[in-house]
């Protein structure tokens, strides 16, 4: 997620550090590679063109080049002006005083808007802990009613879905039937096309009129750039809505749309969805964003998905069995999967500063799938070898490697990590609570 411009960015920042203190000349030349970088990263330019020109205001008018750390008061300009162009209004969820709260998407064709759906569904059931269901309107597209009935179930959220009707119809029907049995919340999945045209606008319309939604939702393609932008005017200009939820973010490595579209449109990035898995969909923090543009990484949002993941009373049991020299194949593969649950590793290390970031990985291959090798290996071995891994003899690591389709070699390997981690603990042992856990 915006790899290109925090590289740009460090660059820059690099370069800057290393002059001391700036001449205009710097400057100028300063605010041109932002300007080029932007320019590449598919920013429109009309909002490179303000964000420069406020940039540079600021600067002079701080008298920054006067600064004995000029460096740090060109990010924190920068900083400042990229938070304004994303847009740093409150994105949290306001729900309706008297229920249901009813959510209505639109948007094209192949933006993820069906699964959006569904995953705006399962975080207000897991996060606001309500009765989210969903209607399928989308009756032109052939699987679009099919995908949302299967990833809906997988996640227990109701679907109201029909055959032989229109769309308008579907939607009255299903918040009439949704509002009977009692659910707090309703999205509706409109009908997209493969483009703009008359008659999608038209339906969009009646059923925003007849069911007078709370909230409208467009859902737009992070990857399509300067054309997300285009779209979201024409929309905003035919059937205004309320906010952007913007999908495939974690393939974007540019930018473009996340920083033009608040700018162009004024309407707020309410959500973004970071990934394939129905919960990797998250609340849009600018002051975040613009923090992992800017290469210092998104503490916040690891610390908040490293607590959804980690059971705090598994947490404890762990500290006290760390403590009495007790480790086993059993936890090693319980923190396996509660990092796993935080996501991969590239997700994890993209929330990380750029800094410490390159330091931790300096001549390390983080290989995703060693992680699945080791779960697989463990998984594989009986309960009292998992329990009792100094049992593990020849015969034991050739049965292990054949039931986990791995090597013999891999089997000694995890076996000499897993050695290391227990002495570790037991250095660890030696000086009571208040450290890390050794993986």
């Known amino acids: 997620m915006f790899e290109f ?17 700036l001449s205009p000349g710097d400057l100028d030349e300063a605010l041109r590679e932002i300007r080029l970088a932007l320019l590449e990263a598919d920013v429109n330019f009309k909002v490179v063109k303000e964000f420069i020109e406020k940039v540079r205001t600021k600067a002079l008018g701080q008298n920054i080049l ?60 897991t996060r606001y802990n309500r009765r989210a269901s969903v209607i399928a309107a989308d009756i032109y597209r052939p699987a679009a009613s099919i995908q949302l009935n299967d990833l809906a179930k997988q996640l227990n959220i109701e679907v109201y879905s029909t055959v032989g009707k229109k769309p308008l119809e579907i939607v009255l029907d299903g918040v009439n039937y949704l509002k009977k049995i009692g659910n707090d919340v309703i999205i509706i999945d409109t009908a997209g096309r493969l483009q703009i045209d008359v008659e999608m606008m038209q339906e969009l319309k009646d059923i925003k009129k007849q069911i007078k939604p709370h909230q409208v939702y467009l859902v737009l393609d992070a990857m399509t750039g300067q054309e997300a932008v285009n779209i979201a005017e024409k929309f905003n200009s035919e059937i205004e809505f309320d906010g952007i939820i913007l999908t495939k973010i974690d393939s974007d490595t540019r930018g473009g749309a996340a920083l033009s579209i608040n700018h162009v449109t004024k309407k707020p990035i309410k959500f973004i969805s970071t990934g394939e898995k129905t919960d990797e969909f998250e609340v849009f923090h600018a002051d975040r964003i613009s923090s992992r543009i800017l290469g210092m990484g998104d503490v916040l949002t690891f610390i908040e998905k490293a607590e959804k993941a980690i059971d705090e009373k598994k947490a404890k ?103 290391m981690a227990q002495q570790a603990a037991r250095q660890f042992s030696k000086y009571g609570k208040g450290f890390n856990l050794p993986f």
């Open 5 to 21: 411009l925090s590289s740009k960015f460090e660059d820059l920042f690099y370069k800057i550090r290393n002059r001391g203190r």
């Open 317 to 419: 049991e762990l500290e006290g069995k760390i403590l009495k020299n007790e480790l086993n194949f059993t936890d090693f593969v319980e923190q396996l999967k509660s990092i796993k649950k935080i996501g991969s590793m590239d997700k994890i290390l993209s929330m990380l500063p750029r800094k410490n970031k390159n330091k931790m990985l300096s001549g390390i291959n983080i290989d995703q799938k060693q992680f699945d090798r080791i779960e697989a290996i463990i998984n594989s071995m009986t309960m009292e070898e998992k329990l009792k891994p100094f049992i593990i003899n020849g015969s034991r690591k050739k049965r292990i490697a054949a039931g986990s389709g791995t090597s013999v070699n891999d089997v000694n390997r995890l076996l000499k990590q897993f050695s």
């Open 66 to 125: 006067e600064s004995l750390s000029p460096s740090q008061q060109v990010i924190k300009i920068v900083n400042e002006e990229i938070i304004g162009i994303l847009g740093s209004g409150v994105t949290e969820i306001v729900f309706a005083g008297r229920p249901p709260t009813i959510f209505m998407l639109v948007g094209l064709q192949g933006t993820g808007k069906t699964t959006a759906t569904v995953k705006l569904a399962n975080f207000i059931k």
